[in-house]
């Protein structure tokens, strides 16, 4: 079964049941949609006991295809913020925005999520908002833990066996770029896709620069990414204040605010990106990573496996396996973490994402911590390819906390 939903509803029972598992996961805010908990009246706004743990909502999940439906017994659906397996020839069409600064989405303002306590053990905050207006039963809403940061991981470096070359740069480095920072179009075989591109103001084309996507959740989109939108950790999830100028950023939008990748279409935009701005820009094809939290983590756990070839590195957050698992075989490095009372996408689903690429780096059983705690590294992996999983205290929700550990963790390569 498919993730994939009509443009302005999911048109059946059991497709209501996969998105009311995603939607709340995929609006990193804490909201509240749909009907009322306690007089069953359909407002838009609803005030929910965040301390209750559902029923059974374990969704089920595969290794391979695209992606498969989760399942659950407390539907909720929120209405979105904003807005072929090879890719055919690629056309880009620049919009007219030119600031290096994308224009914010248009969706209702959130609060921010995170709360005052630092470090990834404080006790999760819930905080009620206004949400879509679509009717269906309530469930606990996602809960954030987090502030202050941590240094990264601990792990091998990228020069032992196995690992990419090093100071492999794209075609389009010594060359002169019509690419532009702000909001453009890509054709992917027969279908527009927009994205926002993040080019740094001194871009200089003979210097290589990281690449990095950052993916949005469900109900989220590109501008939510780009601008920190209702995630409240800053832009591209708070890296290119940390990057300082040293890469490239780019945040494509979903089809219908999501990452179903449907006949692997989304694996098909990411390979369109890349290639145009290999070809387009100085990029340093060594230090590709992505980052995205909920169905962006899951579409970051989809590149693991299936474009490891390409991306150096993945950092999932509150992910799982629901966008696929395709059959590449190649080791990749990874920053992870999920709430360990996470009631949207259970532990267990993103504990199958971090065994598939431990198996793909060949890493053993035991770990050893690493910052911040409660953060662990695995031994016995593939030189160059380290796993670092962080389960935390808390539900479904960014966490402030991640920021620096994640940033620091792709800057060892």
């Known amino acids: 079964m498919s993730l994939t939903a009509s443009p302005a ?5 059991t497709v209501v049941q996969a998105a009311a598992l995603l939607a709340p996961c995929c609006l990193p805010v804490l909201t509240a949609c749909g009907t009322d908990a306690t007089d069953g009246s359909s407002d838009g706004v609803t005030s929910v006991d965040t301390t209750t743990n559902p029923g059974d909502n374990s969704p089920t999940t595969t290794g391979s295809g695209s992606g498969t439906m989760p399942s659950g017994s407390s539907p909720m659906v929120a ?26 989405g248009t969706g209702t303002a959130q609060p921010d999520p995170r709360p005052s306590q630092s470090g990834p053990n ?34 091998p470096g990228p020069d032992g066996p196995g690992t990419p070359s090093g100071g492999s740069t794209s075609a389009g480095c010594g060359t002169t770029t019509s690419l532009q920072s702000g909001q453009a179009t890509i054709d992917v075989s027969g279908t527009q896709r927009d994205y926002i591109l ?11 620069y990281k690449l990095i996507f950052g993916l949005h959740w469900l ?28 890469a490239i950023f780019i945040a494509p939008d979903g089809v219908d605010d999501g990452w179903a990748n449907s006949g692997r279409s989304d694996i098909a935009l ?15 094809l060594d230090r590709i990573f992505s980052v995205g939290f909920s169905y962006g983590g899951m579409m970051s756990f989809a590149i693991a496996c299936e474009m490891a070839d390409t991306f150096r590195a993945v950092a999932p957050l509150s992910g799982a396996l629901y966008s696929g698992c395709g059959n590449g075989t190649e080791p990749i490095a990874m920053w992870g ?4 009372s996470d009631n ?7 504990r199958a994402g971090l065994q598939e690429v431990l198996d793909r780096n060949h890493c053993g059983e035991a770990t050893s911590s690493v910052s911040p705690d409660p953060c662990v590294t695995y031994e016995g992996c593939d030189d160059g390819y380290p796993v670092t999983w962080c389960e935390f205290d808390g539900g479904h929700g960014p966490q402030g906390w991640q920021t620096q550990p994640i940033w620091d963790f792709f800057s060892q390569f």
């Not at 979105?80 to 690629?90: D, F, G, H, Y």
């Not at 871009?203 to 290589?208: F, G, L, R, V």
């Not at 990411?270 to 340093?284: F, H, P, T």
């Open 122 to 155: 404080a006790s999760p905050t819930q905080t009620d908002g206004a949400g879509g207006a679509e009717p269906g039963p309530t469930r606990p809403e996602p809960d954030a833990a987090g502030g202050g940061t941590g240094a990264g991981g601990d792990g």
């Open 198 to 208: 993040n080019i740094p103001s001194d871009y200089d084309s003979s210097k290589p």
């Open 344 to 350: 949207v996408v259970p532990i267990d689903d993103g």
């Open 219 to 246: 109900g989220g989109s590109m501008n939510d990414v780009a601008t920190g939108g209702t995630v409240g950790l800053g832009n591209y999830y708070g890296l290119e204040e940390l990057a300082q100028g040293s």
């Open 9 to 13: 509803h999911w048109v059946s029972a």
């Open 270 to 284: 990411m390979k369109a990106l890349v290639e145009l701005l290999e070809s387009e820009l100085c990029i340093d």
């Open 337 to 340: 973490a999920h709430g360990l």
């Open 79 to 104: 209405t979105p913020s904003n807005s072929s397996s090879t890719p055919a020839a690629v056309t880009n069409t620049t919009s007219a925005a030119t600031s290096s600064t994308p224009t914010p």
